[in-house]
């Protein structure tokens, strides 16, 4: 019943911009946190960015603060983030995920719910 779909992912040269969007449904509540994970091929799944329910509380990976920013809209069901000045190392797929805590957490177990990501890469 609980969907996330995550879009805007596609091919952008280094020092572009894109973003990200995702879309959830079902049993997701306004209290749910929301955050933003990627994976890198031969690597781990590694925190990108977190945002609490009420979006008081942002929490972001060294690698990506001050370039990315996370947002959320709850009477619409969606998340964003936006990524400014990209890098080539950049380049993964990015999933979305949905915590029931509520918190803005950077650890994976505590989400409950995932998308099927969406590709970002970024060309030199």
């Known amino acids: 019943q609980v969907q996330l779909v995550e879009s805007g992912g596609g091919l952008v040269p280094a020092g572009g911009s894109l973003i990200l969007s995702c879309r959830y449904s079902g049993r997701i509540f306004s209290t749910t946190g929301m955050g933003w994970f990627r994976q890198a091929p031969g690597k781990e799944r590694e925190f990108v960015a977190a945002?609490?329910?009420?979006?008081?509380?942002?929490n972001y990976a060294d690698s990506v603060k001050g370039r990315f920013t996370i947002s959320r809209d709850n009477a619409k069901n969606t998340v964003h983030l936006q990524m400014n000045s990209l890098k080539p190392e950049d380049t993964a797929v990015y999933y979305c995920?949905?915590?029931?805590?509520?918190?803005?957490?950077?650890?994976?177990?505590?989400?409950?719910?995932w998308g099927q990501g969406t590709q970002v890469t970024v060309s030199s």
């Open positions: 995920a949905a915590d029931p805590g509520g918190l803005a957490y950077d650890r994976k177990a505590s989400y409950d719910y």
């Open positions: 945002i609490s329910w009420s979006g008081d509380i942002r």
